[in-house]
């Protein structure tokens, strides 16, 4: 019977890391990378935190809408879920090359 106790809470564990890796599915999993980089769990993005993710990194001044220096949950959110409307949106198609 004391074996069940660690087998129930590992398998509690193992749930509980695949829903927080899986992030918030309205925004694509936006809000567990947003929560992984703050660091000091302020709700913001300052660019010491975001410089360890180089593409977060990168993006930095587009993501910091208004331009206070930190990066918002709903600025780092709006931003990631922009970039993934364009990618679900089709490609229009290539035009017909002129053979002349």
Same mark, same amino acid.
């Given at each position: 019977? #004391?074996?069940? &106790?660690? &087998? +129930?809470?590992? !398998?509690? !564990?193992?749930? +509980? ?14 809000? !567990?990378?947003?929560? +992984? ?8 993005? +300052?660019?010491?935190?975001?410089? !360890? ?5 990168? #993006? ?21 879920? #922009? ?18």
């Amino acid at each position: 019977m #004391k074996s069940c &106790i660690p &087998i +129930s809470a590992l !398998a509690i !564990a193992l749930a +509980s890391g695949a829903a927080f890796a899986g992030g918030n599915k309205e925004h694509g999993g936006s809000t !567990a990378q947003f929560e +992984s980089l703050d660091r000091n769990s302020d709700q913001r993005l +300052s660019q010491t935190e975001a410089s !360890a993710d180089r593409n977060v990194s990168s #993006k930095f001044a587009a993501l910091d809408v208004d331009g206070d220096g930190f990066v918002t949950k709903r600025e780092f959110t709006a931003h990631m879920e #922009k970039g993934e409307q364009q990618q679900q949106q089709p490609m229009p198609p290539d035009e017909p090359r002129n053979p002349y």
